[in-house]
């Protein structure tokens, strides 16, 4: 059984077991590297892609689950709100090992899609699925608004 | 890594080549053979000898990847007629931001322009790139700007002496008329060139012996905040920065192994039969580790490891239980140890008013990077060629060479960026590195082959801080000082068992006492031993070392001492400080910042702590608030001394970084083992801190002149005692088991 998927705007067939989790069609078959493997138990946020606009942890979503869904991954990022985001990353040097940040971006990005001028608390709750073991989360947050501030200048 | 590696005599790698039995060379060398690759959209390329992952490799956007240039004075700077500069790094980038230090260093004395700087990894080369601490190409024990420090800047110096002598050549003019500045050489005659036009004439100067270096008042970058943001920020913000996962080979398969069950299980028997039938699944082969279950990618050898039967024998570690070995160490701690340090004060101590007898606990830790173990090993051609985070290279290039019993020179390590360490990837048994080895030629070579821990195996692989015990009984006397002071240690050395153990001195690994015997205190009265029990799990250095443990028992035991005496903690720790200007500096500087002393809101304490590790000085001041039992970590104002401050803003990083990865560890770290297995496994169990636990963070860096030490580690031993400092200040109870989970004064 194939399953049919639209990543990053472009249609693909995906011929293999519709189980094998999103994460590792996106990675293996696809060739996007940039969504990471953390836990593979929605545990990290690593593999954090956006479907339809929600973010979804790739590594416990059976690929047959996003058939005929957009499918975005860090490499597709284009809206103003994804570029502001990934411009205050690097404008506040945000990364330290990196690994966690694409994940860490999608969310953001998923984040001020919906809310342009999130609280604190809204931050919390958006970005709470995404682990940073370098903790950066303090540069993360001034990130997010710093680029909700762009988005409103 | 350790620091005290710097007693490596220079002859290192021949030492641990001879002790492994490894050759450099075989002769006479095999002649290289052109390799194809499929370079993804620019097409094929043709190279000889040594494959990069993709052509990706080679023009990474931002400033990471490579240019090739004429001027090439020495192993660490290319200067190229395209006008860009290359910075050659032989330091492994893990998040540290050492890559963006290594860079501005030749930046600085080069006088280039920070735009037109590139950066590459070094290959796997001890002669060329060895740590000048270790005697040994690696990156560990926060080392890695403080012994570059010269060599980098004399290197750019090198060239910029080149490109000056070029252009007085050309111009006709004394080289001391000739000015430089953002890549350009100008003359007041008006002459004018850019380092790429001068590149070729400069290739053809001698490089001079000792180029002048800089004084502080002329840098550009060193020291001058947000002058050099990070290198590898856009790649990782845009999803490019390649990491060992990501490298793809014509060809390239996954393999997974089904590791041992629990620490010093063996193998019995495996049928293989039902995982043979998953599709993908290509390979189901014996290793040194285990069952390796190789497939056309990562999932489905997953899914054939899943469909593996394997039968294992875990006789001989069974009793291995984190409980009764706790009970065991404490039992021990009660006993005298081997000696690391002897009362030096001759005169009979002055009667203790108080004691204060307390016994510490700490729990094994597992590093847990983000980014899972993994390596990717190619047997070709009568060459061996691996690519992952490799943090030793020259451990990693050993053992690779004994796993593949290749000489050194047929094996080619591709050190790429890593998803963090912690110390997790530099160890002497370069496990990750010779499992993908075993794996590669299990399947004789027949294609490169990326083994892949999942999070399960990464966190039950041991190599874990070992679990700790300290007993300390210390007085006070009538005029408040400390008395006396007896201090024992119990837990396994992380160096014995393996080439590092001759940093064994006298029966005391002086990565389980640092902290205690080096004290930044003056405390002559110290008497201190250390018990080191051998278990079967594999214990490694976890970010700062010795100092996980030590300083949280010296600063917490301090603590109460101050409060026995009726001082202040910061008073009384200021008393003790007379032979240690710096951490005192930082100490104040820290209590300043903080508003030491002044009231706080109902329900938030303060607590402090000072430490040196590594060379550098670090104080935290940590606000605490507890409700309904539970504490929050609010703030902690940081101050550091590291001598000249490379780049304060990763400087600045680093100590937000420590304080975050010790809270994570201070909150919820903890292995157990039951029945010889690790019972934590994955970060349901294994908890790491998430955004709303992390506490505003303040960094106030100390202006030095003193050569610069690192910031890796030295971020992270202040902040659990200051945090437990101030849980006593909230009447909590002084907290002597870690974490604190255990306590009941973090959700669990």
Not at chain 2, 216 to 225: E, G, R
Not at chain 2, 459 to 472: D, N, S
Request: net charge neutral; with cysteine; glycine share 8%.
């Amino acid at each position: 059984m194939s399953v049919t998927l639209n990543i990053n705007g472009t249609r693909r067939e995906f011929d293999g077991d519709p189980d094998t989790p999103l994460l590792w069609v996106i990675r293996e078959e696809m060739g996007l590297t940039g969504t990471k493997y953390g836990c593979g138990i929605a545990q990290c946020g690593a593999c954090t892609v956006h479907v339809d606009g929600q973010t979804l942890r790739s590594c416990s979503a059976p690929v047959s689950a996003v058939a005929g869904r957009q499918v975005t991954t860090i490499e597709g990022l284009s809206s103003r709100t994804a570029k502001a985001v990934q411009k205050a990353w690097v404008d506040l040097d945000v990364v330290q090992c990196g690994y966690c940040q694409s994940g860490q971006i999608m969310s953001a990005t998923a984040l001020l899609e919906k809310k342009p001028k999130p609280s604190d608390t809204d931050i919390d709750h958006a970005m709470a699925g995404n682990i940073c073991r370098c903790a950066t989360y303090q540069r993360i947050r001034a990130a997010i608004h710093a680029a909700s501030a762009q988005l409103a200048g | 890594m350790h620091s005290l590696m710097n007693r490596f005599h220079a002859d290192e790698q021949r030492r641990l080549m001879k002790l492994l039995g490894v050759r450099e060379s075989s002769a006479p060398l095999l002649s290289r053979r052109v390799f194809l690759q499929s370079a993804g959209a620019t097409g094929l390329v043709i190279g000889f000898g040594w494959l990069a992952p993709t052509a990706a490799d080679a023009a990474l956007p931002g400033a990471e990847g490579a240019a090739a240039g004429p001027l090439a004075p020495n192993a660490f700077v290319r200067v190229g007629t395209d006008n860009l500069v290359t910075v050659i790094c032989k330091h492994h980038e893990m998040g540290q931001g050492n890559t963006t230090g290594l860079a501005s260093l030749v930046a600085d004395e080069l006088d280039a322009d920070w735009s037109l700087v590139r950066t590459e990894y070094a290959p796997s080369d001890a002669k060329l790139y060895s740590n000048l601490n270790f005697g040994l190409q690696g990156t560990g024990g926060s080392s890695a700007i403080a012994n570059s420090f010269l060599q980098y800047r004399s290197a750019g110096a090198t060239a910029r002496a080149m490109l000056v002598a070029a252009a007085a050549e050309e111009w006709h003019v004394p080289s001391g008329e000739i000015r430089t500045a953002k890549s350009t050489l100008t003359h007041a005659s008006g002459r004018r060139a850019t380092y790429g036009e001068m590149a070729m004439a400069a290739s053809r100067q001698a490089p001079p012996d000792n180029p002048p270096l800089k004084k502080a008042a002329q840098f550009t970058f060193i020291s001058k905040d947000r002058s050099t943001p990070r290198v590898d920020s856009p790649s990782k913000c845009n999803g490019t920065a390649m990491y060992t996962a990501d490298v793809k080979l014509p060809g390239l398969l996954t393999a997974v192994i089904a590791w041992p069950p629990g620490f010093g299980a063996k193998l019995v028997s495996f049928d293989a039969t039902d995982a043979k039938k998953v599709k993908g699944v290509t390979d189901v082969v014996e290793v040194p580790e285990g069952v390796a279950v190789v497939a056309t990618g990562t999932w489905a050898a997953f899914q054939g490891r899943r469909a593996l039967k394997v039968q294992w024998d875990e006789s001989s570690s069974k009793d291995l239980d984190s409980d009764a070995l706790l009970a065991r160490y404490r039992a021990q701690a009660t006993q005298p140890g081997t000696p690391f340090t002897k009362p030096t004060t001759t005169s009979a101590p002055p009667a203790a008013v108080k004691t204060i007898e307390a016994v510490y606990e700490f729990p094994f830790l597992a590093h847990a990077t983000m980014e899972p173990m993994n390596c990717v090993a190619w047997l070709h051609d009568g060459t061996l060629e691996t690519w992952s985070g490799h943090q030793f290279p020259s451990f990693d290039h050993m053992l690779a060479a004994k796993a593949a019993a290749l000489p050194m020179d047929k094996v080619k390590l591709h050190t790429l960026v890593s998803g963090g360490s912690f110390g997790r990837r530099a160890n002497v048994w370069s496990d990750f590195t010779v499992a993908a080895v075993n794996v590669a030629k299990a399947i004789d070579g027949r294609a490169p082959v990326r083994l892949q821990f999942s999070r399960e195996d990464d966190t039950g692989a041991g190599l874990y801080r070992p679990m700790y015990v300290h007993a300390v009984k210390a007085g006070i006397d009538a005029q408040g000082r400390i008395a006396f002071w007896e201090h024992t240690v119990v837990g396994q050395s992380i160096m014995a068992g393996g080439p590092m153990a001759m940093m064994i001195k006298e029966g005391i690994d002086p990565t389980s006492v640092e902290g205690v015997d080096k004290t930044v205190y003056d405390l002559p009265m110290l008497a201190g031993t250390l018990h080191s029990p051998t278990l079967a799990v594999r214990p490694l250095w976890w970010r700062s070392v010795g100092s996980t443990h030590t300083a949280y028992v010296m600063e917490t035991m301090i603590d109460e001492l101050a409060a026995a005496a009726g001082r202040d903690p910061v008073t009384f720790r200021l008393s003790l400080l007379g032979k240690s200007p710096r951490a005192a500096g930082v100490l104040k500087l820290a209590a300043d910042k903080a508003g030491w002393g002044k009231p706080r809101r109902a329900g938030v304490a303060q607590g402090i702590a000072v430490h040196e590790s590594f060379g550098t000085f670090v104080a935290q001041v940590a606000d605490v608030s507890m409700r309904d039992g539970k504490i929050k970590v609010e703030r902690v104002v940081c101050a550091v001394d590291c001598g000249v401050p490379v780049n304060p803003d990763v400087i600045r990083a680093q100590m937000e970084g420590c304080i975050g990865y010790g809270l994570s560890a201070l909150y919820y770290s903890e292995i157990e083992l039951k029945d010889g297995r690790a019972v934590q496994r994955n970060f349901d169990t294994y908890r790491a801190l998430r955004i709303h636990e992390m506490p505003r963070v303040e960094v106030h860096i100390m202006q030095s002149t003193e050569k610069p030490t690192g910031v890796g580690e030295p971020g992270l031993p202040p902040l659990a005692p200051a945090v437990a400092n101030a849980v006593a200040k909230l009447g909590g109870p002084r907290v002597r088991r870690l974490p604190l989970t255990r306590s009941g004064l973090v959700e669990t």
